[in-house]
């Protein structure tokens, strides 16, 4: 990728104002210890990981399997290829007595339960047994099932998980990362905001009995904790993915492999905490000169307007906006036809001359392929474009005034 040209400045959200009085940057503290085999904090808002702790680290994944299996249902409750008010007869391999010592919903064979309530028994209730009759339902057996799991995993860019199951009991091929779980989340809450609505119901009853949701952080008054997923075996520990939201501003934090309850519902409010107190998501804005049109060899039209990507946001320690530095570079000798939201380009955020963070340029409109006769000057022309461009040179980071 080759630039074109440096951004000489960019105004942010907030009021100049609120910078004043800011003249050195102010020392960020450092993250909290966690005691976990692995945890990330991230930011819902611009995808940015805030902290981490061997973040990649392949890991059982307990009930975590969950939230795959959940995000799977509610992609087809979306499409309308299932019901809520669908009747689910339940199977001897979704018996509740198949899952001895182990959480569930306590289904018998033969009962018919909805999908509503089955997805309430596997998002509150964590009912591995919950799990199966949903995913035969869903697929028709569980083998699919757990295909389509896999697939969406691959989709979203969980490049270090592997589902072999639906519920998350230990299984010597199955595994997951802290980053990937964080990853599926956040798809989560922006795909499938009324599903995602569940995790944060306290409690459910089904047949008489009811069942806590086992997140504890979901009492906790200091926080706007709505999610979303415990998860437990020998193998794995103790685990828990959390999110909350304040002042606009949505965390979400994953400890995987604590050694209680208690200290995974700790080390969470912990980075939540710290995430909200020192960071915040900041939207820079660019003028039109700044983020110009790009250039569409035999297009129509022939220049694209262009946008940055991820809804433009970035997460930025607080108080140090003024130390923020940037680089804008553009693809060249782009070639028509380009799709919507295509990328051209990215924006590199520096702070303290570390990289902070890329935001990608995209496409902000679709460009077709001109009739041939309206391409005849860029035959000519796109020769000379590309010796110019040739040319490399890097830009200087720009000071933000």
């Known amino acids: 990728m080759t630039p074109v040209r440096t951004i000489v400045k960019f105004t942010l959200v907030a009021a100049a104002s609120m910078l004043v009085g800011f003249s ?19 930011s819902y808002g611009s995808g940015q990981v805030i902290a981490s702790d061997n973040e990649h680290l392949p890991l059982a994944p307990a009930s975590l399997t969950k939230i795959m299996t959940s995000y799977v249902v509610g992609h087809e409750l979306q499409a309308g290829h299932i019901a809520n008010d669908d009747t689910v007869i339940i199977s001897e391999n979704a018996w509740g007595k198949k899952f001895p010592g182990s959480s569930k919903m306590f289904l018998n064979v033969g009962d018919e339960v909805s999908v509503d309530d089955l997805n309430r028994g596997v998002i509150i209730s964590s009912g591995n047994d919950a799990t199966v009759a949903l995913a035969e339902h869903v697929a028709g057996h569980q083998s699919a099932f757990i295909e389509m799991m896999n697939s969406h995993a691959e989709r979203l860019g969980m490049l270090d998980s592997y589902f072999t199951n639906s519920h998350g009991l230990d299984a010597d091929d199955q595994f997951t990362t802290a980053y990937d779980m964080a990853l599926l989340t956040r798809a989560f809450i922006h795909d499938l905001p009324d599903t995602y609505g569940l995790f944060k119901e306290k409690s459910f009853t089904f047949g008489k009995i009811k069942q806590g949701n086992r997140n504890a952080l979901l009492w906790d008054s200091t926080l706007n904790v709505d999610g979303v997923k415990t998860g437990y075996t020998s193998k794995a520990g103790y685990s828990l993915v959390s999110s909350a939201e304040q002042n606009d501003q949505r965390l979400i934090a994953v400890v995987m492999g604590t050694g209680s309850t208690q200290t995974r519902t700790a080390e969470s409010k912990k980075l939540l905490t710290w995430g909200f107190r020192f960071f915040q998501d900041l939207k820079p804005t660019f003028n039109n000169k700044e983020l110009a049109p790009v250039r569409v060899w035999y297009g129509s039209p022939a220049n694209v307007t262009v946008e940055l990507g991820e809804g433009g946001v970035i997460t930025v320690p607080r108080r140090q906006r003024k130390d923020l530095e940037h680089k ?7 070639e028509a036809p380009i799709e919507k939201g295509t990328t051209v380009g990215k924006v590199e955020w520096y702070l303290n001359e570390e990289l902070l963070t890329e935001q ?21 022309w796109r020769p000379i474009g590309q010796w110019f461009n040739s040319q490399d040179w890097s830009p200087e980071p720009t000071k933000t005034n």
């Open 24 to 42: 050195h940057a102010a020392p960020l503290p450092s993250p909290p210890e966690v005691s976990a085999k692995a945890w990330v904090l991230m």
């Open 328 to 334: 804008v570079y553009y693809t060249h000798d782009l």
């Open 360 to 380: 990608p340029i995209v496409t902000a409109e679709t460009v077709e392929k001109a009739p041939w006769y309206k391409n005849m000057i860029d035959m000519i």
